[in-house]
C-alpha cells in the first residue's frame, strides 16, 4: 500500500542546499572578488592586493592591510549566516557596510578550497585555517583542523583555489581565462576608482608586472587616468547635488562633451557597493545624447547614497540590483543636474571659440 512506497517529495541534503546557493551568488570569479573586495574594505583596509590565476578559476587571492578576524571566530567564519555585520533583520535597514548576512566566504567554501590567514592588532601571531563546506577543513585524523599560528602582518588574506571544482558543468562553462581576467581587472578598477584612499594592486600570477597598481594617495581623477585613460581623466566635469525630498545625494565625475565613446562607461556604486541599473545607464545616455555626436557615450562614474531606509538591497543574493524608492525622482533629478553641468561647460566652449 501507499506507505510502503518511496516517498517521491524528499529534503534535499544540506550540503546540497548550500551548494546551490553557492552557485546562485558566486557565478564567476569576479563575484567572488566582489564579496572579497568588499569584506576588505568593511574591514577598514586601506590597501588591497590581489593575485589572479586562469582567470580566478586556479586561484584568487585578496590580501588586505584591514582589521584582521579573531582567532576565536575562525570556526565559524565559513558557515552560513555568520556575520559582524547583522543582528537583527531590522538592522538591514540601515546597514552601512557592504555584506550583511554572512552568506560569501559561506558559499566560496562550498564551491571551492578557502584558506584564511588572519592577524588583528591584539594577536601575538597569525592565524591560518582552511575550510570546506562551511567547516574547518579535516585533517588526516577525520577531525576538523584546528587553525595553526603562522607569521603575518596585521590584515587578512584570503586564498580562493579552484573554484568550481566539485561543479563541473559550471566549471566547463568558462571558455577564456583571459575573458575572466578582463572582468576582475574591470571590477577591481571600478573599486579602484570608488574607494579613493585606498591602495590597489592586481596581478596576475607569475607574472612580475602588475596589471592596476593604485597608491592610496592617488587622486580620483589620477585613478581615471591610470585606469581608463588620459583622454578620458582630461575631460572630466565634477559634479554633485541632493534633494532631502528623496533622500539621496551623490556626486561623481563625468566626460564633458568634448568626449565620446561608442559604448557607455558606468561606473555605479549605490551607497558604496557596485551594482548595475538599466534605468539610471538609459538616463544618463538619453542626457548626454544632446550633448554627443550621433552614437558617441560618455565616461560616468556615479557614487549615489540613498538613506538606507529606503532602499532594499536584499532583492537577490548577488546585491547586484538594488531597488529604491523615488527611482524615478531621483535618476530624473541626477540627470537634470548633469545635463545643467553639460550645458555650462558647453557655453563657455562655444564662448572660446566665437571670441
Ligand atoms: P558578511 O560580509 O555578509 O558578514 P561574509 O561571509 O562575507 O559575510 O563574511 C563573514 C564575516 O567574516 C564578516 O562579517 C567579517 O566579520 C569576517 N570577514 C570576512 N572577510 C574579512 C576581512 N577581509 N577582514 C576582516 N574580517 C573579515
Ligand atoms: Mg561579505
Known amino acids: 500500500d501507499g506507505d510502503k512506497a518511496p516517498r517521491r517529495i524528499r529534503a534535499l541534503d544540506q550540503d546540497v542546499v548550500n551548494k546551490i546557493a553557492a552557485g546562485e ?3 564567476a570569479p569576479v563575484q567572488a572578488l566582489k564579496e572579497l573586495i568588499e569584506n576588505a574594505v568593511d574591514a577598514g583596509s586601506t590597501a588591497l592586493e590581489v593575485l589572479v590565476k586562469e582567470g580566478g578559476l586556479k586561484l ?13 571566530d575562525l570556526s565559524i567564519l565559513c558557515e552560513r549566516f555568520t556575520t559582524s555585520k547583522l543582528q537583527k533583520f531590522e538592522d538591514l535597514q540601515t546597514i552601512a557596510t557592504y555584506g550583511f548576512r554572512g552568506e560569501a566566504l559561506a558559499s566560496i567554501s562550498h ?12 594577536s601575538s601571531c597569525a592565524w ?36 568550481f571544482y566539485n561543479v563541473p558543468t559550471r566549471r566547463r562553462a568558462f571558455r577564456s581565462a583571459s575573458d575572466e581576467y578582463n572582468k576582475i581587472i574591470d571590477m577591481v578598477g571600478k573599486y579602484a576608482v570608488h574607494c579613493s584612499h585606498v591602495a590597489f594592486s592586481c596581478k596576475k600570477h607569475g607574472e612580475s608586472s602588475t596589471s592596476i597598481a593604485i597608491p592610496a594617495n592617488a587622486s580620483s581623477i589620477d585613478r ?92 537577490h543574493p548577488t546585491k ?13 533629478a541626477i540627470c537634470e543636474h548633469i545635463r545643467s553641468k553639460l550645458a555650462a561647460v558647453d557655453t563657455s566652449r562655444t564662448f572660446l571659440t566665437q571670441t
Open 128 to 163: 591560518r585555517a582552511h575550510y570546506d563546506s562551511g567547516r574547518l577543513a579535516p585533517a588526516k585524523t577525520g577531525q576538523p583542523s584546528n587553525p595553526k599560528p603562522v607569521a603575518g602582518r596585521q590584515g587578512t588574506q584570503i586564498t580562493v583555489e579552484d573554484l
Open 224 to 315: 581615471i587616468r591610470q585606469l581608463y585613460g588620459g583622454s578620458v581623466a582630461n575631460e572630466l566635469i565634477n559634479y554633485s547635488t541632493s534633494d532631502d525630498r528623496w533622500g539621496f545625494k551623490c556626486n561623481g565625475l563625468a566626460t564633458n562633451a568634448n568626449y565620446s565613446i561608442k559604448k557607455t562607461i558606468l561606473l555605479l556604486f549605490i551607497n558604496h557597493r557596485c551594482v548595475e541599473s538599466s534605468n539610471i545607464r538609459k538616463a544618463i545616455e538619453q542626457t548626454y545624447s544632446a550633448f554627443l555626436p550621433k552614437n558617441g557615450h560618455p565616461f560616468v562614474y556615479l557614487s549615489l547614497e540613498i538613506d538606507p531606509r529606503r532602499v532594499d538591497v536584499n532583492v
Open 25 to 27: 551568488i558566486i557565478v
Open 320 to 332: 547586484r540590483e538594488v531597488n529604491f524608492l523615488n527611482e524615478d525622482e531621483i535618476i530624473q
Open 60 to 72: 584568487l587571492q585578496i590580501t588586505d592591510n584591514g582589521s584582521g578576524i579573531d582567532k576565536e
Open 111 to 122: 564551491i571551492a578550497h578557502l584558506s584564511v590567514t588572519t592577524k588583528t592588532r591584539d
